[in-house]
């Protein structure tokens, strides 16, 4: 997985009746080179060294709840794994065993209605804020019911964001009960007052985030109301504050032609 789109697109493009709206633009997002950082944990107190990579694999654990008139809400927590560089996957050393990082974020929008285990549903993100923390041991993330849990302690802010744009959409699995949902996001990224030594390259530190996550039908388990996520997949990396990456437009292009094809087989006779 060279970007964040490698995981997002592939699954999209096994479905054949929406391959050629998608080839275009996965292909083109998946190509594109993706800016290099440093982080270096000790500067924040953290029990790790520095590294280098240019993008973060994450295990994302969320609850997405249905609201009035297609509205939804979505919270949970974003737990780093792994970093890669140049494609190659790396663990650095002691995250997750002497240390670890996650996001908090909670978010909503509105999304076309339909039963997402029998047709394709899309829409948009409307609000989306999120902390990034840091934390010296290990911690685990789960659930209480349909409430995202996470046992770090001694957690230390390290950087806050909040929404630019960002869309959502389901793709059913062809049973009738399963689904694959994926989400596509371009964020703030504001480094917290006195945390400029984790983030050590570049310096200043990039001013955007952008994210993209897809999920498998067996990491997702549905609820009254709405769905959980549990260890699903997504990717974090950075851009310039301006302008908009062309990468992530063409995340939106491709939501969005995968929503004109579904929105057309909906209307055939």
């Known amino acids: 997985m060279k970007t964040t789109f490698t995981s997002f697109c592939k699954p999209l493009l096994q479905r054949s009746a929406m391959t050629l709206a998608l080839t275009t633009v996965c292909a083109s997002a998946m190509a594109a080179p ?56 790396f663990s650095p050393t002691g995250l997750n065993e002497t240390y670890g990082l996650y996001v908090a974020f909670t978010g909503t929008g509105m999304s076309s209605a339909g039963n997402p285990a029998t047709g394709v549903t899309f829409g948009t993100f409307t609000s ?36 630019i744009s960002g869309a959502v959409v389901t793709i059913p699995s062809g049973d009738g009960v399963h689904f694959t949902p994926s989400a596509a996001a371009n964020l703030t990224f504001n480094v917290d007052a006195g945390q400029a030594g984790f983030f050590q390259s570049p310096s200043p530190f990039y001013g955007q985030a952008i994210t993209a996550f897809t999920n498998t039908s067996s990491q997702v388990l549905p609820v009254n109301g709405g769905f959980l996520i549990s260890q699903g997949g997504g990717s974090i990396n950075f851009a310039a504050a301006v302008p908009e990456p062309e990468s992530y437009m063409l995340m939106l292009a491709g939501l969005a032609a995968m929503a004109f094809v579904a929105r057309r087989r909906s209307t055939k006779p």
Request: hydrophobic share 35%.
């Open 34 to 89: 993706l800016p290099q950082f440093t982080f270096d944990p000790a500067a924040a107190g953290l029990a790790g060294t520095s590294f280098t990579g240019d993008n973060i694999l994450i295990s994302n654990y969320s609850s997405v709840l249905s609201g009035p008139g297609g509205s939804f809400t979505e919270s949970g927590y974003l737990s780093f794994g792994a970093m890669q560089l140049g494609g190659s996957t």
């Open 128 to 163: 989306l804020n999120y902390t990034l923390y840091g934390y010296n041991g290990t911690a685990s993330f789960g659930f209480s019911g349909s409430t995202p849990t996470e046992t770090a302690t001694g957690e230390v802010v390290l950087a806050t964001g909040s929404l």
